[in-house]
């Protein structure tokens, strides 16, 4: 059948190019809409529900807010896992879900079982809320609004209702969010003893202007022919209005607001703030693009959006980039397309050099762009995206193998051989690539079959790695259709009657010398297999001794440095911390620009408290730095000025898309972290505590910290029933005085446009523990009271946050890998950690961040690589029906990866996911170049013995194994040497093909020749 489908394509070649010229078009326009990205998204299948409960705290929040979301979303279909965070004033609950349940149909279920817990909440507790849907890179586009005429809450007022809405109409923005700035709110702070006076409570008071104010629809009056609209309207425009307002009094009297209370425009208590380049408070906003949207073109949307938007603000709002996703997608997207070029022009003179034909070599490289159009359109077809990890592993040297196969064999054949009497040269060349087209088929189909542990890959590390074994194989399998089909048919059409009449000088080159060599090799057999043996003794030893990652850290060009603060500081003091940070920071002169993020967004989306901060820092490039500066001292280097400023900050250096990632692997922002369960608060502290300083001491392990604030001081004012009922008080009336102390009691709301301002009730300043407890509230028989007569107030120390997994009580502890491995830093801390912690009893550990997934994808490649191993060996002993060949072949395999074993020791790499698929893509070539060899020998005359059936099968083998070697090889060099950004994760897969392919070639051109008598010692019947 195939050398059928060869012969036809030999015969009808013009329609064969035709077809192929027109499904080129096609599959080019259908390859337009693949979607572009830097890196691709891990996050899990995901549905994140937010409730704000302001003024509750952390334990509050646990037991009367996520519990019991957690108890009604326990049982969804399809659900996986279910992480919480509990912390002041803010509940977050993450259901993760199967990759199975699509992500809609997933936040559907989540909002049905919600529905029926909102009646359970507490009053004062907000209705909760889905979080965008977006995933965990979809913080694209990041800027500051900052202005010397405006305030920061008429800038956050801004964001919210001209910058937010403009930019959530842009295609592909799922939300846009902001830090700083604050909410309008009209305060209502009231003199407690005019209240006393009028017989008033607080509770009374808020309620009577609450009443007061609000929409009333009254339907329609007629007027003539037509009809007037009618509605009710109690709604205060602003300050004099409010204080306009008449409450009453248990005697009848009508008393103005004004006189009974202070009301001035104010802020609601802010969870947030944003800082920038040392200078003050700004207004930072985040645009959020939907999941698996296409990031380029969505930032490209915005920045055709932003002069319009530009245009719509006042006078004097400026509008300052911060963080733009664009220019690292394309410096990524420029080191893959220009180490492909490289390879490719390298592939395409490589097979000019050594066919000596510029006509077939450009129908051999004709294959690589027909190959990339088939491979894009099954990326469209199949929704993967491109990034550096999808195209980061493509070969040009490895997709033209089969193709280079094909036309090698017809040019030899077309110099050694004569053509028979009733064939025309169309009939020839047809029997000629036929007689290699079953060969080349399974030759490709090893290589496809090697990538099938990667496609198997689920989980982080699946999303991670998968795509690139995909595009791989969508590449080769293009490849192999064209080998078989357009590659016959280009050779009949290009070189009718244009064959060289001599080989090429590499191939004469070839023709002299490897003979010799080989000669002298079948001599020293016993010794070429000892040297052999002892190479590979060598590349076991050198194997033990490498380092494991899951994948190397991209360098994106910019930093993040993560800030803990004192748990208890005031957002005041925080935002002035962060100012004198970013002055300190600023002294190191390759920083561009430096800015904070404080605490929560307005969408809190990022839970974070007051005490910690996202510092984020653009570096100028590489280029401009002074000269010998590394990154890890320019990182030292700015550690140091930090701290001559503020010796008490906790700091950890990250990246952008760095720490989103490692937050999605192991719901912390670290490389590594450590979950201690165990249901104490108490002992929960304890432990993680002394892991935290257990692991302080392992080296390579950096910014060392409990992620989580330590405990903070909480005061919990309790009613006493019996003394608030001796002064007509009760308990509601006692908690309501607490609410009117800081937060406010909520008195109805007016608006202004689009914004709604909320009208709050407050005691005046109560701004320590001793003013809380001479707190005055008003009886209603007329008298005054002061809070510690009715309640009794107790100072304590509390978690500041609590963490669930499945409903469990957790702590984690983080760390960062910097200056070795990550596996042998994770298996040093795992032994520190286990001495530290033996004997103690009732909790338990998990290890999660790139360390559980590095195990996950060991385990899965574990089991998968034996099974695929076995395909091999069958699909190997179909094509050569002999099982010391087999055998021969298979030995083949440890030989040839040694080299990459030695390439990656000596350019200080480790063994990671990426280098393990350089390893698979090694190995299919070996069997490849390997089976080419041993084929030939099923051809040999019966007559020889087993050396001179090798030694003939290897001296016409050479050009072959060397051209498809030597062109894979060269596929990958610009890879291995290249500098830019992205170029990390693509360096480990190609040092091990390219210093693999050294010793591969070595084993098939001259230890296999060696060994192979001993496996065939008598002659061939």
């Known amino acids: 059948m195939i050398e059928y489908v060869v012969r036809a394509c030999v015969r009808h070649a013009y329609a064969v190019l035709a077809a192929t010229v027109l499904l080129a078009v096609v599959g080019t326009y259908a390859a337009r809409g693949v979607t572009l990205d830097a890196l691709p998204d891990v996050t899990s299948n995901q549905v994140i529900v937010l409730t704000l409960a302001q003024g509750f705290a952390p334990e509050e929040i646990e037991q009367r807010v996520t519990t019991p979301i957690e108890l009604a979303i326990v049982g969804v279909p399809g659900l996986a896992e279910v992480r919480s965070i509990s912390r002041y004033g803010i509940s977050s609950v993450t259901a993760v879900f199967d990759d199975t349940v699509a992500p809609l149909s997933a936040r559907q279920q989540i909002t049905e079982r919600l529905q029926g817990v909102r009646e359970r909440l507490p009053a004062g507790v907000d209705a909760p809320e889905l979080a965008p849907l977006t995933g965990g890179l979809g913080e694209i586009v990041h800027f500051a609004l900052t202005s010397d005429l405006h305030s920061q809450l008429e800038l956050s007022e801004i964001a919210r209702y001209r910058v937010g809405p403009a930019l959530r109409r842009v295609p592909g923005v799922v939300e846009v969010n902001s830090w700083g700035g604050g909410e309008r709110a009209i305060s209502l702070t009231v003199d407690v003893a005019r209240l006393a006076d009028r017989h008033l409570t607080l509770a009374a008071f808020s309620e009577q202007i ?403 901060g996202d510092v984020f820092v653009r570096l100028a490039p590489h280029s401009e730095w002074r000269s010998g500066l590394t990154r890890e001292a320019l990182i030292n280097q700015i550690s140091a000025r930090v701290r001559e400023q503020d010796p008490n900050v906790e700091l950890s250096f990250t990246q952008p898309i760095q720490m989103r990632f490692n937050e999605l692997l192991g719901g912390s922002v670290t490389d590594v972290s450590v979950s201690v369960f165990t249901s104490n608060l108490d002992e929960l502290r304890r432990l993680a505590e002394r892991i935290a300083q257990t692991l302080a001491h392992v080296p390579h392990a950096v910014d060392v910290r409990v992620l989580a604030p330590t405990n903070v001081q909480v005061v919990s004012v309790v009613p006493d029933p019996v003394l608030a009922a001796s002064y007509g008080l009760s308990g509601a009336d006692v908690l309501a005085t607490v609410r009117a102390a800081q937060t406010g009691i909520e008195a109805g709301s007016t608006s202004r446009g689009p914004q709604t301002i909320p009208l709050l009730v407050r005691l005046g300043a109560v701004d320590s523990l001793s003013g809380l407890s001479v707190a005055r509230t008003t009886t209603s028989r007329g008298g005054l009271v002061t809070l510690a007569q009715v309640a009794s107030i107790q100072s304590e120390l509390a978690p500041g946050i609590i963490q669930h997994r499945d409903g469990e009580r957790r702590l984690m502890v983080g760390f960062n890998v910097r200056g070795a491995d990550l596996g042998s830093v994770v298996d040093s801390a795992q032994a520190a950690v286990e001495r530290a912690l033996r004997g103690k009893r009732g909790f338990r550990l998990e290890w999660g961040g790139q360390a559980e997934t590095l195990d996950a994808a060991r385990a899965r490649l574990a089991l998968v690589i034996p099974i695929v191993a076995v395909l091999i060996l069958a699909l190997m002993y179909f094509v050569l029906r002999n099982a010391k060949l087999v055998t021969l072949l298979m030995i083949h395999v440890p030989f040839a990866c040694v080299g990459g074993v030695v390439g990656l020791a000596a350019r200080g790499l480790s063994m990671s996911v990426s280098a393990s698929i350089g390893f698979i893509a090694l190995s299919g070539i070996a069997v490849m170049n390997g089976m080419v060899l041993l084929v030939r020998t099923q051809h040999a005359s019966a007559s020889e013995d087993a050396a001179q059936r090798i030694a003939e099968a290897a001296v016409d083998r050479a050009r072959p194994v060397l051209m498809t070697a030597l062109v894979a090889a060269l596929g990958f060099v610009p890879m291995m040497f290249a500098t830019g950004i992205g170029s990390e994760v693509q360096r480990p897969l190609a040092t091990v093909v390219v210093c693999g392919l050294v010793t591969s070639t070595f084993t098939t051109l001259v230890l296999m020749p060696s060994v192979f008598p001993w496996f065939f010692r008598r002659k061939a019947a």
């Not at 409450?247 to 009301?263: E, F, K, P, Q, Y």
Request: hydrophobic letters at 50%; aromatic letters at 4%.
């Open 210 to 612: 609450r009443l007061q104010l609000g929409v009333a629809p009254g339907g329609s009056i007629h007027n003539g022919v037509g009809q007037l609209l009618l509605r009710g309207l109690a709604r205060p425009q602003g300050v004099e209005d409010v204080a306009a307002l008449r409450v009453l009094t248990d005697s009848g009297d009508a008393v103005r607001v004004g006189d009974l209370a202070r009301i001035e425009e104010t802020m609601r208590p802010r969870l947030g703030a944003a800082t920038f380049n040392g200078r003050g408070e700004v207004v930072y906003v985040m645009a959020q693009m939907l999941l698996h949207d296409n990031a380029l073109e969505v930032v490209n949307r915005i920045q055709d959006t932003m002069p319009s938007v530009e245009r719509t603000l006042p006078e004097g709002v400026r509008i300052i980039p911060i963080y733009d996703r664009s220019q690292l997608v394309v410096a990524t997207l420029k080191t893959v397309a220009r180490n492909l070029a490289e390879g490719g022009a390298l592939v395409v003179l490589v097979l000019l050099l050594t066919l000596g034909s510029i006509r077939a070599g450009l129908v051999v490289a004709s294959v690589i762009p027909l190959a990339m159009i088939g491979a894009a359109t099954c990326m469209r077809l199949f929704g993967i995206p491109g990034n550096l990890m999808s195209l980061g592993a493509l070969d040009f040297g490895l997709i033209v193998d089969g193709a280079v196969v094909l036309v090698e064999h017809a040019f030899h054949a077309r110099l050694t051989e004569s053509r028979r009497p009733e064939e025309n040269e169309s009939d020839w060349l047809a029997r000629t690539c036929a007689s290699v087209a079953r060969p080349t088929l399974f030759a490709m189909l090893t290589i496809s079959l090697v990538y099938v542990p990667v496609v198997a890959l689920t989980g982080v590390d699946g999303k991670m790695f998968r795509p690139m074994a995909l595009v791989v194989l969508f590449a080769l399998g293009t490849a192999l259709i064209l080998s078989l089909t357009f590659v016959p048919a280009a050779l009949s059409a290009a070189m009718r009657g244009k064959w060289p009449t001599r080989g090429s000088w590499v191939a004469k080159l070839i023709a002299r010398f490897y003979p010799q060599v080989l000669a002298r090799v079948q001599r020293r057999g016993a010794w070429i297999a000892g040297v052999a043996l002892v190479t590979l003794g060598v590349g076991g030893f050198v194997l033990s001794r490498l380092g494991a990652e899951l994948a190397p850290t991209l360098d994106e060009g910019d930093l993040v440095i993560q800030t803990t603060r004192s748990p208890d500081i005031h957002l005041s003091s925080a935002i002035e911390d962060a100012t004198r940070f970013e002055r300190a920071a600023r002294g190191v002169p390759e920083i561009r620009q430096i800015v904070s993020r404080i605490g929560s967004p307005a969408v809190a989306t990022d839970i974070m408290g007051i005490e910690q």
